[in-house]
């Protein structure tokens, strides 16, 4: 959960004076021309909501994880994400009032906040909440896995690359000191195959984590 989102200011980058803002996802441009009366408006890039207005009198906004907007009452305490995909259940804190006549100020970005992240395979930002930066990632607008930060998939890559090793290292082992053995006993050849095949199992997956895309976040709030 988080406070409601701070307001940028509407700016007119051009010639035409048509009213724009920034979307509080993905940081695109929103045309404003004919929305000034609401108090929300979506993005046409990452189709996320970006709140242009203070919410209704008794009512606030919540960000979700998901970078779902929601509107509910100032009093509520616990909501519900109604994405189908997500249903997460957020508990909100205590709520910080801003007298009308004070104006909002754009908050600090901290560590409940997340961080801004550029996807390592379409280029884009998206906003992520964890706090740690060693984890996977889906980019909302690619759908795209990528490992948020480097240190997962090397980590990863070299402990595999180190089993398959010790398997193959065992399989050649089985194969060399139980030839005599396994021309009487059969069965002795699966003990082989099985180690052979964890080998091979872990030197793919290592190249896996060895190719996976790593997104790199703007900023890192610890």
């Known amino acids: 959960a988080e406070l409601p989102p701070p307001y940028t200011a509407i700016a007119s980058p051009d010639a035409s004076g048509v009213p724009v803002?920034?979307?509080?996802?993905?940081?695109?441009?929103?045309?404003?021309?004919?929305?000034?009366?609401?108090?929300?408006?979506?993005?046409?890039?990452?189709?996320?909501?970006?709140?242009?207005?203070?919410?209704?009198?008794?009512?606030?906004?919540?960000?979700?994880?998901?970078?779902?907007?929601?509107?509910?009452?100032?009093?509520?305490r616990k909501i519900g994400c109604p994405r189908p995909n997500c249903r997460r259940i957020i508990t909100l804190g205590p709520v910080m009032l801003i007298p009308e006549e004070q104006?909002?100020?754009?908050?600090?970005?901290?560590?409940?906040?997340?961080?801004?992240?550029?996807?390592g395979h379409c280029g884009n930002t998206f906003l992520w909440m964890e706090l740690r930066f060693n984890t996977l990632a889906k980019c909302p607008h690619c759908k795209k896995i990528s490992s948020v930060g480097s240190a997962l998939p090397r980590r990863r890559c070299c402990a595999y690359i180190t089993?398959?090793?010790?398997?193959?290292?065992?399989g050649v082992g089985l194969t060399v000191g139980t030839q005599d053995f396994a021309r009487?006993?059969?069965?002795?050849?699966?003990?082989?195959?099985?180690?052979?095949?964890?080998?091979?199992?872990?030197?793919?997956?290592?190249?896996?984590?060895?190719a996976i895309k790593v997104s790199y976040p703007e900023h890192s709030f610890a």
């Not at 404003?32 to 008794?58: F, M, R, W, Y």
């Not at 009487?184 to 060895?210: D, K, P």
């Open 184 to 210: 009487r006993f059969h069965a002795t050849y699966v003990s082989w195959a099985v180690a052979y095949l964890l080998g091979l199992i872990c030197l793919i997956r290592a190249c896996y984590w060895g």
């Open 103 to 119: 104006p909002a100020q754009p908050a600090l970005p901290g560590p409940s906040d997340g961080t801004r992240v550029v996807c």
């Open 21 to 76: 803002i920034n979307c509080r996802v993905c940081q695109s441009l929103i045309n404003l021309d004919g929305k000034l009366h609401q108090h929300v408006v979506k993005c046409t890039v990452c189709n996320e909501a970006t709140p242009i207005k203070n919410p209704p009198s008794g009512k606030k906004y919540v960000r979700c994880q998901c970078n779902c907007l929601l509107i509910c009452k100032d009093t509520s």
């Open 163 to 170: 089993i398959g090793m010790i398997c193959i290292f065992i």
